[in-house]
């Protein structure tokens, strides 16, 4: 059975950093298309990173250069560092996996785990 468990969410001031952790269990990260998406209240899941079992990464360009996919095999955890966070990164993050025979950036659709979720909020 897969398992995602997110962790590391919390309130940051505009500017701030923060690490959020994605670990798995039942599977190898490295054999799975990982994402991570974010929902801000009222608003549709999006994805904000991921990374293909090959280990190519996608960012999109409303988060690029501020955000960084990371995976650490041994740990069976996926990170996503987050700098120069802003009050519409506010959500709630969650990690996802999905077969590796899909190309990471494919939408939500292809992912079959889901982590429950870690609050992220950034406020003055």
């Known amino acids: 059975q897969l398992q995602l468990v997110e962790s590391g969410g919390g309130s940051v001031q505009p500017g701030g950093s923060l690490r959020l952790s994605c670990a798995a269990s039942?599977?190898?990260?490295?054999?799975?298309?990982i994402g991570w998406f974010r929902q801000a209240p009222g608003k549709e899941r999006e994805g904000v990173s991921c990374?293909?079992?090959?280990?190519?990464?996608n960012t999109p360009a409303a988060v690029k250069g501020r955000f960084t996919i990371s995976r650490d095999s041994a740990k069976n955890t996926v990170y996503l560092q987050m700098n120069s966070l802003k009050p519409e990164d506010t959500g709630v993050y969650y990690c996802?996996?999905?077969?590796?025979?899909?190309?990471?950036?494919?939408?939500?659709?292809?992912?079959?785990?889901w982590g429950q979720g870690t609050q992220v909020t950034v406020s003055s």
């Open positions: 996802a996996a999905a077969s590796p025979k899909y190309v990471c950036y494919s939408g939500p659709a292809i992912y079959d785990a």
């Open positions: 039942g599977f190898a990260v490295e054999h799975y298309s």
């Open positions: 990374i293909n079992s090959g280990g190519s990464t």
